[in-house]
Antibody, heavy 117, light 107 residues
């Protein structure tokens, strides 16, 4: 059974850097074809894809946020970490990580991040 | 970027109704399309991948069709637990993009 869980701060100040960790079980991020992605959703709005890392360490980013995002993996810890720099109130959202094979087939519960001074 | 446009943005329907949601891609994406269901306060749930493949455990009243630029999600007989927001997502190329969502409400 695949599970994922996001963790990180619930409140960050403007200009700070956000670090979110996705801890997963039930699969290995060293298995060919597997990826873990991050998707966010501002309150009342649609889903927005942020980044994706594959088993072979191939990394993809949303072009509009690429300069602010870094995604890494620690296969031994079964974790994927997303950092987002220079946080702004418009980045207030629920942040999800998800397992990707054919699609984002299993999602974490999400973690709400508020950006406010 | 490939833009995904869903219609309608909301639909009111009754239990037992047939509901169809449309998703249009700004350029051809072959069959690289997924559909998700999201209930308030919950994470999205994958329903359909590769345009028409039913995810394991998803009821057969859900079906997907289409290829190229035009896709549909059909709920053959709406059940009370189906009232939710539905999103399409293209997986043809990066960046991954989602549609704006379709809210299925109780009539």
């Amino acid at each position: 059974q695949i599970t994922l869980k996001e963790s990180g701060p619930t409140l960050v100040k403007p200009t700070q850097t956000l670090t979110l960790t996705c801890t997963f079980s039930g699969f290995s991020l060293s298995t060919s074809g597997v990826g873990v992605g991050w998707i966010r959703q501002p309150p009342g709005k649609a889903l927005e894809w942020l980044a994706l890392i594959y088993w072979n360490d191939d990394k993809r980013y949303s072009p509009s946020l690429k300069s602010r995002l870094t995604i890494t993996k620690d296969t031994s810890k079964n974790q994927v970490v997303l950092t987002m720099t220079n946080m702004d109130p418009v980045d207030t959202a629920t942040y999800y990580c998800a397992h990707r094979q054919d699609a984002f087939d299993i999602w974490g519960q999400g973690t709400m991040v508020t950006v406010s001074s | 970027d490939i833009q995904m446009t869903q219609s309608p943005s909301s639909v009111s329907a009754s239990v037992g109704d047939r509901v169809t949601i449309t998703c249009r891609a700004s350029q051809g994406i072959s069959s690289w399309l997924a559909w998700y269901q999201q209930k308030p306060g919950k994470a999205p749930k994958l329903l359909i991948y590769a345009a028409s493949s039913l995810q394991s455990g998803v009821p057969s009243r859900f079906s997907g069709s289409g290829s190229g630029t035009d896709f549909t999600l059909t709920i053959s007989s709406l059940q009370p637990e189906d009232f939710a927001t539905y999103y399409c997502q293209q997986a043809n190329s990066f960046p991954v993009t989602f549609g704006g969502g379709t809210k299925v409400e109780i009539k």
